[in-house]
């Protein structure tokens, strides 16, 4: 018996960068047993409702899930089902690694785990115009919301991922000079925290803006990072493009009921139905789903072959400035997971 976990293959690359993350899991030997089900464009298209009730509740019966990329319309449409997904789940843990895989790139040692607080602070939702006079929107607000639990349970998974992956230190970003109460009192709580961990796991604080310029001329001497909604959202975009942009970049969406793993570009509608996509961000979103699960010997036996074969360079997808396509690329990873 494997472990029961939904499979939702998304919209445009999704089906064949799944097809091909599913044989190479296989040939691995992982065990799971898929649950497929839909959402986004290709659920209104089957049943009329980006998000259905089958899909929520196999979720919620097997708390685990391997996502595709889903299609958001622009404008008018369905809202971001991703965004629904880490709501109704409350997945308040988003998870972003980035290491250079491809050497002589921009930069060398960057081996960088992000985790960001999913939601609340100025994501929270609380926003409202202002009417002054006859102008019904003479001012805007937006409330950036940190709560002493959530800052609590995002900052303790922190650390206790620093345990469980033998991470050496945590640096808390924040901009509490400015703004004394909210990012005060997530940096307060980081404190606290860590003092638990005190002589296993470092800390450190950077303010947001500074971090921002470190990160680009030191990259190599952060370890692991954790911080509030909209600055993790920006950070973690800075340091996936510090290894080369969001192609290899898996995510992680963790919460204490369900955990979603996905890779983090889009459907890429340009190359969608080609056979062309590179399958390795959804590759290395399952294998951190294989850590979550406790079989982090096959993700670095996965993670290893994948990344040998995109080092050498002779059967990687044109994104990576080869020729092959998705299936020959998931061969050869397959091919070096048996050697
Ligand atoms: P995108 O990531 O889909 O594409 C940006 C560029 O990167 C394109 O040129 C694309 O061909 C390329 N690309 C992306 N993934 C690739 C892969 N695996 N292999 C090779 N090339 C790849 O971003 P976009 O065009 O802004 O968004 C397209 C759609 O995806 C939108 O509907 C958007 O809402 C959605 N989207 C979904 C997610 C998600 O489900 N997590 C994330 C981002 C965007």
Avoid at 5 to 10: A, E, M, N, R
Avoid at 49 to 65: C, F, G, Q, V, Y
Avoid at 226 to 245: E, K, M, P, R, Y
Wanted: one cysteine or more; proline letters at 4%.
């Amino acid at each position: 018996m494997g472990i029961p976990c939904t499979l939702i293959p998304g919209d445009g690359i999704g089906p064949d960068i799944t097809d091909a993350t599913l044989r190479i899991l296989d040939a691995a030997g992982a065990q799971f047993d898929w649950d497929r089900q839909l959402a986004g464009m290709a659920a209104v298209n089957a049943v009329k409702d980006p998000m259905p009730d089958a899909t929520l509740d196999s979720i919620r019966r097997t708390r685990l899930a391997l996502k595709g990329p889903l299609e958001t319309p622009v404008g008018d449409g369905y809202r971001s089902v991703n965004v629904a997904l880490r709501k109704t789940f409350d997945l308040y843990a988003n998870v972003r690694p980035a290491r250079d895989i491809i050497p002589g790139g921009r930069f060398d040692n960057v081996d960088i785990v992000l985790i960001r607080e999913n939601t609340e602070g100025l994501y929270a939702g609380l926003e409202h115009y202002v009417k002054v006079g006859e102008d019904d929107k003479a001012a805007a607000q937006s409330i950036a919301l940190i709560t002493r639990i959530g800052s609590e349970r995002v900052i303790r998974y922190a650390f206790e991922y620093a345990l469980a992956h033998g991470r050496k230190k945590i640096t808390l970003v924040h901009k509490a000079n400015i703004l004394k109460y909210s990012q005060g009192l997530f940096r307060q709580v980081g404190q606290q925290i860590a003092k638990e961990y005190d002589g296993r796991v470092a800390y450190d604080e950077r303010i947001v803006d500074a971090c921002a310029m470190q990160l680009v001329i030191k990259p190599e001497s952060f370890d692991m990072i954790v911080t509030t909604n909209l600055f993790g959202d920006i950070l973690s975009d800075l340091v996936s493009g510090l290894v080369g942009g969001l192609g290899l970049a898996p995510g992680a969406n963790i919460g204490q009921h369900a955990a979603i793993f996905e890779a983090v570009h889009g459907t890429a509608p340009d190359i969608a139905g080609q056979g062309v996509a590179n399958p390795s961000a959804l590759l290395f979103a399952a294998c951190l789903m294989l850590e979550h699960v406790g079989d982090a010997g096959r993700a670095a036996r996965i993670r290893t072959a994948a990344e040998s074969v995109i080092r050498e360079g002779k059967t990687v997808t044109r994104d990576l400035g080869g020729t092959a396509n998705t299936r020959q690329f998931a061969d050869a990873v397959i091919a070096r997971i048996g050697a």
